[in-house]
């Protein structure tokens, strides 16, 4: 069999404002088996560039485990090299570019961030991102607001250019031809269920898992199931 050595090597695509933190829980609950490499995504402004990087830090083959954000360099991956990797995990993630109304808010982020209220955008952020009955919880947001403010405001205007500038990833789903898995927190405000649906659609052979009782951190809220999801998946 493999040895220890040989661990399959998986690599982890962020979301924005977040950390090396936010994949903790399925790193402690799966190292022993799979080789973790996390994705660089705090250095350019374009998803693009992040792909890049990403494929650049990558070994030849591997399976990609991306979140939010990390989805949009997640199908930019497989635009510019599907050969490399084995399978496809898409967490809380979704298809199509923003819309004029996401853009305007997009906007709104930047102009508090450059008049210096990095911190008003991380208030603003924090609720949207939990499931409602977690909003409250001190250990998660204070988690979140550390991980943003590690990010911190340079960081996330160039992340939020890069997503702002985003194309619509929708008419290449059908090209995309390994394994692939969706999984979303049933409570995600960000993700919809009826943006699973269109890449599930899109996407030859995907499945969906749904978690319950989650929002749009899956691996923080539901640190268990979304281990126990991406570990039998992995394993196949």
Not at 67 to 83: D, L, N, S
Not at 133 to 158: K, W, Y
Request: hydrophobic fraction near 45%.
């Amino acid at each position: 069999g493999l040895t220890m050595d040989a661990k399959p090597p998986v690599v982890l695509a962020s979301g924005q404002l977040l950390t090396a933190a936010f994949w903790d829980p399925l790193v402690e609950a799966l190292g022993a088996r799979f080789a973790f490499i996390e994705a660089d995504h705090t250095q350019d402004e374009t998803i693009a560039g992040m792909a890049e990087r990403l494929l650049a830090g990558a070994p030849e083959r591997f399976d990609l485990v991306a979140h939010a954000m990390g989805g949009f360099t997640a199908f930019e991956v497989m635009r510019r090299a599907p050969e490399r990797v084995r399978s496809l995990a898409l967490l809380s993630t979704l298809a199509p570019n923003d819309g004029p109304a996401q853009t305007e808010r997009r906007q709104g982020y930047i102009r508090l961030v450059e008049d210096g209220n990095f911190q008003g955008v991380v208030d603003e952020r924090v609720p949207i991102l939990l499931h409602p009955g977690r909003r409250g919880d001190p250990r998660l947001v204070s988690l979140i607001r550390s991980m943003a403010m590690e990010t911190g405001a340079e960081t996330f205007l160039r992340q939020q250019r890069a997503i702002m500038g985003r194309i619509d990833s929708r008419p290449s789903l059908a090209a995309i031809r390994c394994p692939t898995l969706l999984v979303r927190g049933r409570e995600d405000a960000i993700a919809s269920a009826a943006h699973q649906q269109e890449m599930l659609e899109a996407i030859p052979g995907a499945r969906l898992e749904e978690i319950a009782e989650c929002g749009h951190l899956v691996t923080l809220e539901r640190p268990d199931e979304t281990a126990r999801i991406l570990g039998g998946w992995l394993a196949r």
